[in-house]
């Protein structure tokens, strides 16, 4: 087990959270409910055995087709349903999904009640489970409606990581790379050490406090992302425009390691960036698998999508770009052809073309 203390809530990393999220209930001395991903009800039913007093077990349908406000009214009326209020500690099992929109249902729900994040997918413990961002899609884009909202603790459980088919734990590799990118040093080497490994033979634990550590250094310096925490968004504005041009057909995951290369592509284009550790980022992408083509070549969507980004100001896109790996830039505004080139360039695969 890992506890980490570098926020205002405790972090927990084991392989079975349940005991410890039991534990932390038992201490708030009051009742609680537990909403749940339908994916991770075995764990949901665990957790609410483990708490006893007959705990009720809400189980949603979700994915990100579905972290829309009709879905964030299912689960206020199911609150209701089941009599919740301000003295109830919500309990939220599930990713990166499952976090955003209960945390958004409990920070709404008689304006706020407490709430655990009990994080079962890679996504959800290396980004989305600390930060405090909570939210839902509108038909305009990703994650535009919402608020900050901490969790009053957060328990990440590796062991649901063995459950995961390949394609889904891989969801979460591009953060890592996000992350290796951002800190550099001894945190990329890791990863292209660790790549060419069996992910299930991951040291899980370590990763994912490793991350959560470099995280939780831009939340706590910037909470509701007034400046530097931006830098947490590298390959996101990109990324966030392909899963809303494709309809949330590209995952998550798919489209932030596009954006990582858009991102570091970018920065190429406008001097930032040297070749060689664009070549190196890339290559780690392609080592874990991860895919370096955009599945869309239609440029006018893309803009239209990145137009809406929550970076945007004054109607200009500002971006996040690497200058080294271990040195990220936010706040970079570039001309408008730059990007359309670039745009154009992700439809293919990387070649000699895209270093000269």
């Known amino acids: 087990m890992t506890t980490l203390d570098v926020l205002p809530y405790p972090i927990t990393i084991d392989r079975d959270v349940t005991p410890h999220v039991a534990r932390f209930a038992r201490t708030r001395g009051t009742r609680a409910i537990v909403l749940a991903d339908r994916n991770v009800a075995a764990k949901a039913e665990a957790i609410a055995r483990a708490l006893g007093r007959k705990t009720a ?51 709404s729900y008689m304006r706020g009640l407490p709430f655990v994040n009990v994080a079962t997918s890679l996504v959800a ?26 969790p009053v603790a957060v328990f990440c459980d590796t062991g649901s990581l063995a459950t995961l088919a390949p394609r889904h734990l891989r969801e979460g590799l591009a953060e890592l790379v996000k992350h290796g990118i951002i800190e ?111 599945p869309t070549d239609d440029i006018g969507a893309l803009t239209k999508a990145m137009a809406v980004d929550k970076k945007a100001r004054a109607g200009a896109l500002r971006f996040v770009l690497p200058r080294t790996i271990g040195d990220v830039e936010y706040g970079v505004t570039v001309p408008a052809r730059t990007l359309r080139a670039v745009l154009g360039r992700m439809r293919e695969a990387p070649n000699d073309a895209e270093f000269r």
């Open 57 to 107: 077990v809400l189980a949603f349908d979700l994915g990100e087709r579905r972290k829309t406000l009709r879905t964030l009214e299912r689960v206020l009326d199911a609150l209701a349903e089941a009599g919740a209020d301000r003295g109830t500690l919500a309990i939220g099992v599930g990713g990166g999904v499952a976090g955003d929109l209960f945390g958004f249902a409990v920070a």
């Open 125 to 150: 413990m290396v980004d989305a489970s600390i930060g405090g961002k909570t939210g839902v899609d509108l038909r305009a884009g990703k994650n535009l409606a919402g608020a900050f909202r901490d």
């Open 184 to 294: 550099g040093d001894e945190v990329f080497d890791s990863l292209e050490t660790l790549a060419p490994h069996p992910l299930q033979k991951w040291p899980w634990e370590s990763v994912v406090a490793d991350s959560l550590r470099i995280k939780a250094m831009f939340v706590s310096e910037d909470r509701l992302e007034a400046g530097s925490r931006e830098i947490l968004n590298l390959g996101h504005t990109f990324g966030h425009a392909i899963e809303r041009v494709t309809n949330f057909r590209t995952s998550h995951g798919a489209a932030v390691s596009i954006g990582l290369r858009a991102a570091g592509l970018l920065a190429l284009r406008t001097d930032r960036f040297s070749p060689e550790e664009h070549l190196r980022v890339l290559s780690l992408l392609a080592l874990l698998q991860l895919p370096l083509v955009s």
